[in-house]
């Protein structure tokens, strides 16, 4: 994995999207640009969420976990061409975003949220519209 480098990020609404995330650089591609903490969540916890706003939020910790990213790590956008990606370190609770291609200063954050189209659905999400 590359070298991190912190970037200036924001966030900001978008029409017909809700919150977005940004960097007023540009980040050349395979560079690490944001690392998250995972709040960890217990299966108790996790079965008292189901259902919940906080649901479309969390990440797969694991096999069976569940996990909320802090800072950008909620906030990034689902795109079908996303122009960055994650590495997750269960053991330092993790989540590294990096550049799959150079992004412009200014465009918009986005990876692939990796659901299945049942997943979309439940969460009233139209993958061919913004969210």
């Known amino acids: 994995m590359a070298k991190i480098t912190h970037y200036p990020t924001y966030v900001k609404r978008i029409r017909g999207k809700g919150w977005g995330a940004f960097c007023s650089k540009r980040i050349p591609k395979g560079t690490i640009f944001n690392v998250t903490t995972l709040l960890v969540l217990t299966n108790h916890e996790a079965r008292l969420m189901s259902g919940s706003s906080l ?8 096999t069976r976990g569940r996990a909320i990213a802090l800072g950008l790590g909620s906030i990034l956008n689902h795109s079908d061409e996303p122009n960055c990606s994650y590495h997750f370190s269960k053991k330092k609770r993790t989540l590294s975003f990096y550049a799959l291609k150079a992004i412009p200063a200014h465009q918009e954050l986005t990876h692939d949220y990796g659901w299945t189209s049942a997943a979309y659905q439940a969460y009233g999400i139209n993958r061919n519209k913004p969210k």
């Open 55 to 62: 649901e479309p939020y969390w990440y797969k910790f694991g």
